[in-house]
């Protein structure tokens, strides 16, 4: 079994260690072929109903940054949006708007479905690849969410810990860091949270100016994943991609991707923003809230545009 144990902070994994790690993750996780929503299925009714006892001020904050209709260096397919209604001078009109946009960029918040990603030919739970058409996804499409995910969300401030305002691009959270947050901000994740890691993306972003993030940027190092599955985790979501760039592991571009999404039944939630988040929690001196995430209904999509609340 790989481990974090085995490497120094960023250190590479070659091709056998990603495999001994990837099939450690894939043995704890059942198949979900036929009708699982892979990790979802550890947000049950009981852990939504203990979710709603987070709320106590009934401040609410989004983690979604706004959809960007401008290019940029790290958003060259920005949004496009365009007004479609003629407004009459006089009389009764209606604006209209049409909206197109590359849903898993480097630049808006979205969640990837669990048909996103494609590995050795199969989707996760060995679901054929050839699920996927020009006509949409055939299983495991984010219409697994269609009825919400509710439940108790975690944000864990590597940048916070560490001292910084964020994490320069390449660098690693590794598990060691996520439980040294725990016990920094006296909190404990648990099985059905949804998990929260920043890194600084998006400070950063706006302190310096956008980037190219696909050839640079902070995230997990692989092997933190050993983390999430321990505690059991329903959902991952991130301030930057989730996945380092470069890439920790030789041969394999986007490994916690991999890992989560292909291997664990993990839906990603990639460029958030918890600016705004971040301020409240230590205000209220807590890092845990109820969260509500609602994708849009695309019945055939690999992913979608998301707004999730955190509810304080």
């Known amino acids: 079994m790989a481990h974090e144990g085995e490497f120094g902070r960023g ?30 299925d550890r947000i049950t009714a009981d852990t939504v109903r ?27 397919d920005a949004c496009s949006h365009r007004m479609t ?18 849903v898993h960029g480097d630049a808006d ?18 679901v054929p690849a050839d699920t996927l058409t020009v006509d949409g996804a055939g ?32 660098d690693h959270v590794t598990g060691a ?26 400070r950063r972003r706006s302190s310096l100016g956008a980037w190219n993030a696909a050839q640079a940027r902070a995230g997990l190092h692989p092997t933190a994943m050993t983390f999430l599955a321990d505690r059991r985790v329903a959902v991952l979501g991130g301030d930057g991609n989730n996945d380092t760039a470069p890439s920790a592991v030789e041969g394999v571009g986007f490994p916690v991707h991999v890992l989560g999404v292909h291997a664990m039944g993990l839906h990603l939630l990639d460029y958030l923003q918890f600016e705004d ?16 995430i609602a994708p849009l209904r695309l019945p055939a999509a690999t992913g979608s545009p998301v707004n999730p609340l955190a509810i304080l």
């Not at 988040?277 to 509500?292: N, Q």
Request: net charge neutral; aromatic share 6%; hydrophobic share 45%.
């Open 11 to 40: 250190a590479p994994l070659d091709g056998p260690a990603f495999a001994r790690l990837y099939e450690r993750l894939r043995r704890d996780v059942r198949s979900t072929a036929e009708a699982g929503r892979g990790a979802l």
């Open 50 to 76: 203990q979710a709603a006892r987070q709320v106590r001020s009934g401040r609410t904050v989004t983690l979604a940054a706004a959809v960007e209709a401008v290019p940029g260096p790290d958003n060259p």
């Open 85 to 102: 209604g003629a407004v009459a001078a006089r009389g009764l009109g209606f604006a209209r708007d049409r909206f197109a946009m590359n």
């Open 109 to 126: 918040s979205h969640i990837d479905a669990l048909c996103h990603v494609v590995y050795d030919g199969t989707l996760h739970g060995g």
């Open 139 to 170: 299983a495991l499409s984010v219409d697994l969410a269609r009825n919400g995910i509710v439940g108790r969300g975690v944000l864990l401030d590597i940048p916070r810990l560490r001292g910084v305002p964020w994490l320069e691009p390449g």
């Open 177 to 202: 860091d996520l439980a040294a947050a725990e016990k920094a901000q006296h909190i404990e994740v648990t099985a059905g949270d949804l998990l929260f890691v920043r890194v600084g993306h998006r």
């Open 277 to 292: 988040l971040v301020p409240l929690c230590e205000e209220e001196d807590r890092w845990s809230f109820l969260c509500v």
